[in-house]
């Protein structure tokens, strides 16, 4: 009988059209000397892109811990946000993505930039 239980609850929860929504499940939390900590909720997804590797982070992924120096890029239903030239250290676990910035790099300017 806990057998049918637990069966019914896992296909309520993955295979019914309600359970999809607009809205994510990743929490975010940025903590770095310039702007202190950062919360973002209701993420859908965290891109990492850093020297050794391209990650895509989803709601329920796997825990995850790393090193980056590149960029983060993560959107919520409603807006993009982008974190570029950083070092520093993510970690994810439980939906909740947490980045500690060691650095923030200025990007490098170009000639046009330069000029004017």
Known sequence: MADTKRGEKKHEESGMP???????????????????????????????????????IM??????????????FFRTADQEYRKEHIKGYFMHKNNEFSLMLKSVDAPKETTEEKNE
């Open 18 to 56: 309600e359970a999809v929504s607009k809205e994510g499940k990743i929490c975010v939390r940025i903590c770095g000397r310039e702007k202190g900590l950062e919360v973002y909720e209701k993420v859908n997804f965290v891109r990492v892109i850093s020297k050794r590797y391209n990650l895509l």
């Open 59 to 72: 709601a329920d992924y796997l825990p995850i811990i790393g090193e980056i120096e590149g960029s983060v």
